[in-house]
């Protein structure tokens, strides 16, 4: 398989830049805003026996970044297919 | 049967387990010895970066030490996985594309230049011992403590064996093994985890169970009616308040600090050679993408874990000691005793065990218990009650543990040695079989080394761990990032920001660790960042000094952008991307 078109890549480039910038932002957001900055204000609201900001410290955080790193999969193999640029 | 006799028939059946795959696996080409013949399935090489990044460390003493320092801790959690969400999208995927075995040659490739392969091959081996010290020792400690053999003794089998399968099988059987130890080990942390979770709460999942109220039964295990049907956190924080620590679920760090430490330990888990070579394992861009994805949540398993054993073990601990008659004292309190791990000292002469904040020799503190952060793992089935195999489990998990990153970290070494150094500078010209035997023979004497280091441990193996990830963090992580988004980074840049960033880093941790520990507090920090956290600002050193420096020297030549341009797809190229340009 390969590739010809210059232009057509150049898409394909990026959009994978625009995923992984909105994939970062979550990934921000999640451990350095909410597990750190305003983890104090988030701590006043419980989950269960959790408050909320330590639950983003000790949990929530890493079960997001099982979630974004999957999400990133599953658009990448479909930006591969978009542009036929798929292995196999 | 004894816990001795289990323990001795699960780390036999274990190292017999990975003997076989080893020899089943050996390696017959320099493709196989470094990176597989890239043929590794991604769930395995998901497997696989979990036991290798898995450590001594994360396995024995994470869960206490977090358990001592409550939400603060947390940037352990965080730093230690945020790491692989960047390898996902900025790395995994192009170094898989462009296919070469060691992140020095990448380095030297990317910025045409042998001297930024020889500083990164130095870096490499740098952090692959630093790192590797580390778990050496750990397996002596684990056979010591479990096995009553001594911990020389522990330290040269765990030689052997690693000696055996890496220089035998090279990255093939170190992979295929890894993946077992990753079962083992992973079995060995979830077993007790579950048992301890369902006693307290009645929940069997202990990330759920953290989060949980106490159940009657959990009440009586904790030998206070009072705590049925409070939240087990609740209750953790009323304990902490009452014996004069703060809140379990607040934090006494400055914030900036443990933003820039978890910073320092993502950007660093990116940079770390023995994990990015990973990715150079399976057949595909998209496998690396998703191997990434399996390492991530098989890690991911332990670590959401790992927060829960530290409040299952504090709670259990202080509930079950605290003014509690020595003679009373719980069995596992004596057995691990002998140990070292936990003490008592009857300061005010009462026969009852007292815990306060402050160290137990200190005159002035209450605390009259000596708790070892280690205690939390090693000792949680048997705080628990739980059976003899259980308990027997973890020696076998603590040992999978540390030899599945040390083989990982070897391979860096030999392959830095054999591939970079001979090979790619100072014997171009010789065969494959030829390196082959150079790298058995690195992987040999780095073995050795690595075992010496666990005979005779420098005393400032805790103070470069840090380091470590500083070095990782400064140094790899902003060249590979820049040298895969930016065609026009070039040489001189990168020169000068590694050299920066390395330098910028050494100073500040040698400093603080070494020449004056003695004003190594947040009063003294710059900017109240910690050593641990400065390798941050070392990488953002580098990024600034290679944009600078680059904007002044020529551009990279025309066929490096185009190499740059082909890792950005899968598939070969037929036109180059930059021939619009």
């Known amino acids: 398989m390969s590739v010809h078109a210059t232009k057509e890549l150049q898409a394909y480039w990026k959009e994978n830049l625009v995923i992984i910038l909105g994939h970062l932002a979550v990934w921000f957001f999640v451990s350095f805003f909410c597990g750190i900055m305003v983890v104090d204000q988030l701590d006043k609201f419980m989950i269960g026996g959790f408050p909320v900001g330590f639950w983003f410290a000790n949990q929530g955080s890493m079960i997001t970044f099982v979630i974004l790193i999957w999400t990133y999969v599953y658009m990448m193999n479909n930006l591969d297919k978009k542009y036929d640029v798929h292995e196999g | 049967m004894s816990i001795l006799t289990w323990t001795w028939i699960l780390t036999g059946l274990s190292f017999a387990l990975y003997i076989y795959i080893a020899y089943a696996s050996r390696a017959k080409s320099t493709g196989d010895f470094y990176a597989a013949e890239q043929s590794v399935p991604p769930i395995m090489n998901g497997m696989a970066t979990g036991a290798d990044w898995m450590s001594a460390a994360s396995f024995i003493s994470m869960a206490g030490l977090i358990s001592f320092m409550g939400r603060d801790g947390s940037f352990y959690l965080m730093g230690w996985t945020g790491g692989y969400v960047l390898l996902a999208m900025l790395f995994g995927p192009y170094l898989r594309k462009y296919g070469k075995f060691t992140i020095p040659q990448f380095m030297g ?361 500083g070095l990782a963090a400064a140094s790899f992580f902003p060249c590979i990032l820049m040298g895969i988004f930016n065609k026009k980074a070039n040489k001189e840049g990168a020169l000068v920001g590694m050299f920066v960033g390395i330098a910028f880093v050494t100073a500040y941790i040698v400093y603080f660790k070494f020449v004056n520990p003695a004003v190594n507090d947040k009063d003294h920090w710059w900017f109240g960042i910690s050593p641990e956290g400065i390798g941050t600002v070392g990488a953002a050193l580098n990024f600034i000094c290679m944009y600078v420096v680059g904007k002044f020297t020529p551009e990279p030549p025309q066929e490096i952008q185009d190499m740059v341009g082909s890792l950005r797809y899968p598939g070969k190229l037929v036109a180059p991307p930059s021939a619009g340009h």
């Open chain 2, 109 to 469: 490739d990317r910025y045409y230049s042998n001297s930024i392969r020889v500083l990164s091959l130095l870096c490499a081996i740098f952090v692959s011992f630093t790192y590797v010290a580390g778990q050496m020792r750990g397996v002596g400690v684990v056979f010591s403590r479990f096995m009553g053999v001594s911990i020389n003794m522990g330290v040269i089998i765990g030689m052997a064996l690693v000696f055996f399968y890496a220089t035998l099988g090279g990255m093939k059987g170190i992979t295929y093994t890894q993946v077992a130890q990753y079962v083992v080990l992973i079995c060995a942390y979830m077993v007790p985890a579950v048992f301890i979770s369902m006693q307290l709460t009645g929940n069997p999942i202990p990330q759920l169970g953290m989060g949980s109220a106490i159940t009657a039964e959990g009440a009586m295990k904790l030998n206070d009616v009072t705590t049925q049907g409070k939240y087990l956190l609740d209750v953790l924080n009323n304990i902490q308040t009452d014996l004069g620590f703060s809140q379990y679920t607040n934090g006494a760090r400055p914030r900036i600090d443990v933003w820039f430490i978890t910073m320092s330990l993502m950007i660093g888990t990116a940079g770390l050679p023995h994990i990015l070579i990973r990715f150079f394992t399976v057949p595909k861009m998209r496998d690396a993408r998703s191997s990434a994805g399996y390492a991530l949540l098989f890690i991911a398993i332990l670590y959401t874990t790992a927060p829960a054993i530290a409040v299952f073990a504090r709670t259990n601990f202080i509930k079950s000691v605290h003014n509690v008659k020595y003679e009373d004292a719980p069995s596992w309190f004596k057995n691990w005793e002998k140990t070292g791990l936990v003490g008592w000292k009857d300061k005010n002469g009462d026969g009852i065990m007292q815990i306060a904040k402050g160290k137990e020799t200190d005159p002035k503190s209450a605390n009259e218990v000596k708790i070892d952060r280690d205690i939390m793992v090693l000792a949680n089935p048997e705080i628990a009650k739980l059976p003899n195999w259980v308990v027997g489990l973890i020696g076998a998990g603590g040992l999978a543990a540390a030899l599945s990153t040390a083989a990982g970290l070897l391979l860096v070494i030999s392959a830095a040695v054999s591939h970079d150094l001979m090979k790619g500078i100072l014997k171009p010209n010789m065969s494959d079989k030829e390196e082959l035997i150079w790298a058995r023979v690195g992987a040999g004497v780095a073995v050795c080394i690595a075992g010496l280091f666990g005979i005779y441990p420098p005393g400032f193996v805790a103070q470069v761990v840090a380091f470590a990830f």
